[in-house]
């Protein structure tokens, strides 16, 4: 079985360009979360979608939005790019949301910013 | 909101000696607790979790403890090998089936074994 795959896994981008990063759940998985990780921390949340809609926010500006397809897919985008924008963006899916439901992530996207 | 604080940042033990990491919460609603394993430019890993109705997970040679009073939570290796060096975080999660599944991330504990 496929796992969480993230696309792409490399790019770079100027400051105040726009990005557009994709993921696709494991196979059955219908919840999906976004993270941030810059060098040298841990994941910070962005966004979780369950069912195309959200169901939680982390603290990050209104420049990052996101989104969930029928098919359970999802987009994050990043709007007017700031060089602190450059991490490794994580996707997570569970099966279904709630407390206690196994996380995996995909390989992530590494995001330049110059 | 959460927040998850791990200890120690770095740490260095002999192969085949044991290894522990420790984390502290501070919302006594989280009641999911997973840690991940991420090894240089790869993503978290799961290696185990465990959940506030139980005090003591055990995987081969990975164990979890729980202390829900103390709010804290301590991952366990033992007989250490090479390949077990890597960061680990921990983290917890309050979501309910009617909320998110945040998860908080502790800071990272850098372990490297020493062969």
């Known amino acids: 079985d496929a796992g969480v795959t993230q696309s792409p896994t490399h790019l770079i981008k100027t400051r105040g360009q726009q990005v557009t990063l994709r993921c696709s759940p494991i196979?059955?998985?219908?919840?999906v979360s976004w993270y941030q990780q810059v060098l040298g921390q841990g994941p910070q949340f962005i966004f979780q979608y369950y069912e195309k809609e959200e169901r939680g926010r982390g603290n990050f500006p209104d420049r990052f939005s996101a989104r969930q397809f029928p098919n359970y897919s999802s987009e994050l985008n990043v709007n007017a790019l700031l060089l602190g924008d450059s991490a490794l963006y994580l996707c997570a899916s569970s099966l279904r949301q709630g407390a206690g439901n196994t996380i995996y992530f995909g390989e992530g996207s590494w995001l330049t910013v110059v | 909101g959460e927040n998850v604080e791990q200890h120690p940042s770095t740490l260095s033990v002999q192969e085949g000696d044991s290894a522990v990491i420790k984390c502290t919460y501070s919302?006594?609603?989280?009641?999911?607790f997973p840690w991940y394993k991420q090894e240089l430019g790869k993503r978290p890993q799961l290696i185990i979790d465990?959940?506030?109705?139980?005090g003591e997970k055990k995987d081969q040679r990975i164990a979890v403890t729980l202390n829900k009073t103390a709010k804290h939570f301590s991952l366990h290796i033992t007989e250490t090998q090479p390949e077990d060096s890597a960061v680990y975080f921990c983290a917890a999660s309050r979501g309910s089936n009617f909320g998110n599944e945040k998860l908080t991330f502790g800071t990272g504990t850098r372990l490297t074994i020493i062969p």
């Open positions: 196979s059955g998985h219908k919840s």
């Open positions: 919302d006594s609603a989280s009641n999911y």
């Open positions: 465990i959940r506030s109705n139980v």
